[in-house]
């Protein structure tokens, strides 16, 4: 069990800040978190401090009144000063990092927020007044539970690690947006996400989606619809060159939050380890997680409706950007393991753990 130098007090806190994660998938994991701070400070006014790209999920979250965009003029030296000026003015009584950085815990401290909390990694221990020392344990633990352990050694209380990000999603807005791109009338949606950041060493072939794709569309009446951002353009439009239905391709044309109501409406969604896979977890949408590189031990999808598909290699999991070997974690899985996995949750033959 983790042990914080000190807990927190347990009330007079009018002005929380919490400083978000950089990562879609990680801010996925980090809201039961947010959801324990705001259990444990009910009446208290609560801000998070994120980068343009996640904001839509701590906004989704509900658990916050209001987000702080860092903006990218922020980036630099003095970017960051300026940015904890600004935050000293909003007069906030107490800061608690979910970001590791050490820039987080500056920025705090020059804000002068008089408690500040987090793990005391990156030598940032001296500007935190509440820190927790992370050990070799709770690196090894599900990300979900590795910040909800920070909080609960900081003396809060937690409701548990479920997201239930499905009870956020208005029907009319995912409908609203369905229909802004033609995905209205479609009665069986796949959604596929065929990118993931950090390297390509945590990406299936893109010939291998399309193979998928086109067998679910023709044994299962399946639309299926290619998900991601800009980054994931090429792998994207290789999926769709490489099948022989026509897909449809949004990746990089949506924001975020209307990625999610499209996710939230699929009937089943297939993904690397990525940020996306999170969401469809989060949202407990059916979801087949293809891992190779990555750990799903810390990292595997939220949600009763998710399996993970993954082979057995002595070098996985490398954590590593790009493979320095025959990347057979990835070759080993096949087609028909990936399609044999779908047909189970879309004919409904699969029984949920």
């Not at 991601?228 to 990089?252: F, H, I, P, Y």
Request: with cysteine.
């Amino acid at each position: 069990m983790l042990k914080a130098n000190k807990t927190l007090p347990g009330e007079g806190i009018g002005k929380i800040l919490i400083r978000g994660t950089n990562w879609i998938g990680d801010a996925v994991l980090t809201l039961p978190a947010v959801a324990a701070i705001r259990m444990n400070y009910p009446q208290a006014h609560i801000a998070v401090l994120a980068k343009p790209w996640v904001a839509d999920i701590y906004q989704l979250g509900s658990d916050v009144d209001e987000i702080i965009i860092y903006e990218k003029r922020f980036d630099n030296p003095l970017g960051v000063l300026r940015l904890a000026r600004l935050l000293k003015e909003r007069k906030f009584n107490l800061a608690i990092l979910l970001q590791n950085a050490v820039e987080a815990a500056i920025i705090a401290a020059v804000a002068g927020i008089p408690l500040r909390a987090g793990y005391n990694t990156d030598g940032r221990g001296i500007f935190l007044t509440h820190s927790v020392r992370r050990n070799a344990a709770i690196k090894k633990v599900h990300q979900i539970d590795y910040y909800l352990e920070m909080v609960g050694a900081l003396g809060l209380a937690s409701a548990g690690g479920q997201i239930n990000l499905e009870k956020r999603i208005n029907p009319n807005a995912a409908l609203s947006v369905l229909k802004k791109y033609g995905l209205a009338e479609k009665k069986i949606i796949t959604g596929i996400a065929p990118g993931a950041t950090y390297g390509p060493a945590k990406r299936w072939f893109p010939q291998r989606f399309a193979a998928v794709a086109d067998l679910l569309a023709d044994c299962c009446g399946c639309a299926v619809v290619i998900m991601g951002g800009k980054s994931d353009d090429a792998a994207a439009e290789e999926v769709q060159r490489q099948a022989k239905n026509a897909l449809t391709n949004l990746a990089g044309k949506t924001t975020l939050a209307e990625a999610v109501h499209i996710i939230s409406q699929c009937s089943l969604f297939i993904s690397n380890d990525s940020g996306l896979m999170h969401i469809a977890g989060a949202l407990n949408i059916p979801t087949i997680a293809i891992f190779g590189s990555t750990n799903p031990v810390t990292t595997k999808p939220a949600g009763s409706q998710s399996v993970i598909i993954r082979k057995e290699v002595s070098c996985s999991p490398c954590l590593q950007e790009t493979c320095a070997g025959d990347f057979r974690c990835m070759d080993l899985i096949t087609v028909e393991d990936v399609v044999g996995a779908a047909r189970q949750f879309l004919t409904g033959k699969r029984v949920a753990p």
